[in-house]
């Protein structure tokens, strides 16, 4: 296994609301990362169609024009889009963070897959609680989504969001050992100037603790919102003072929390690339590790219920999604139209 290799976080605006064209540009991304020689590239939350930014601008009544089209562009696990992006994986010998609004069925959830460069999925998780408004378009998740899993670069796990917030959360992925951290981020756009909380500083802030305290490396991923994205959502000069184009921050942190990769400005699409050794990562744990040997067990413990909870269990059947063998399928080119 590598200790030294490089990452990369992207900084892009999606199609909005179109899963084909956003699958073709998520495509084009893992081309570039690979000549660049990244191993590992990372996307925004929802990236695929792009972060329901609709929820934030109104009452459910303005939402409805929305939610139809939301639906028919968000992916399903077993469906030809991912398959696109695992073949792309494959084919540029990279893995995958992939950020998308999953459908399963009639129901929609905040997902994350991990891709290896074989194009297997080798983590696949649900955002556990949508925040606030965000309820009322997605499903929860259960412990089960808190997980870390063994990949030939490391320890890998991911969170959505304002996850990165929750402390109990937090210390469940710590105890497993994270090595890398994948941080799935919207455009920080949204109330700029109004709501401090959901701005890129305070943000940013919660994923370089995150590094500091779990002594890893996170790749921190976000999207961009151009001045037409704006009116993708708005109708009215009252929404269009709720969004502020730009507003991209993606970067990677390494374990002792420092900034590793060169900022972007905050209009620019692009990849925060960082070149990191997980090496590093025993230096940092020497000093202060909380899951570790600076733990107080005796004081305080974290409860993690781990197990699936389906509401319908059948003995002998499938307990989560089912992804199926890239050899099974025929090779197609991007998904387009």
Not at 26 to 35: M, P, Q, V
Request: proline share 7%; net charge negative; charged share 20%.
């Amino acid at each position: 296994m590598p200790t030294a290799f490089r990452v990369a976080a992207v900084q892009a605006e999606p199609v909005w609301l179109d899963i084909d064209a956003t699958v073709d540009k998520t495509i084009a991304l893992i081309d570039e990362a690979a000549s660049q020689d990244v191993a590992l590239v990372s996307f925004p939350e929802t990236w695929i169609p792009g972060y329901p930014l609709f929820l934030w601008l109104g009452p459910v009544a303005g939402q409805m024009p929305f939610i139809a089209r939301y639906h028919a562009n968000s992916m399903a696990v077993d469906g030809r889009h991912l398959t696109a992006i695992r073949q792309a994986a494959r084919r540029n010998g990279v893995s995958v963070a992939l950020g998308y609004s999953e459908k399963d069925h009639g129901s929609l959830y905040m997902s994350q897959s991990v891709i290896g460069p074989d194009g297997d999925v080798l983590l696949h998780r649900r955002k556990l609680k949508p925040t606030h408004v965000e309820r009322s378009l997605f499903g929860e998740s259960d412990g089960s989504h808190l997980k870390v899993v063994d990949t030939h670069l490391g320890k890998v796990g991911a969170l959505n969001c304002w996850e990165h917030l929750q402390p109990l959360s937090k210390y469940a992925m710590y105890a497993q050992a994270e090595q890398i951290h994948i941080a799935c981020w919207p455009a920080f756009g949204l109330y700029k100037g109004i709501a401090y909380s959901l701005g890129a500083e305070a943000n940013m802030a919660a994923t370089q603790t995150y590094a500091l305290e779990g002594s890893c490396f996170v790749l921190a991923s976000t999207q961009v919102l151009s001045a037409e994205g704006v009116e993708v959502f708005a109708s009215t000069d009252e929404q269009r003072a709720l969004l502020t184009p730009g507003s991209g921050c993606s970067r990677v942190y390494g374990p002792d929390g420092s900034l590793v990769s060169k900022p972007l400005d905050e209009d620019a699409e692009g990849l925060a690339i960082a070149d990191i050794d997980l090496a590093y990562i025993d230096l940092a744990k020497n000093a202060a590790d909380p899951a570790g040997h600076y733990a107080k067990p005796d004081a305080t413990r974290l409860l993690l219920d781990n197990r699936p909870k389906n509401p319908v269990v059948t003995p002998g059947g499938p307990t989560g999604p089912l992804f199926p063998d890239l050899d099974d399928l025929a090779d197609g080119p991007a998904v387009t139209g």
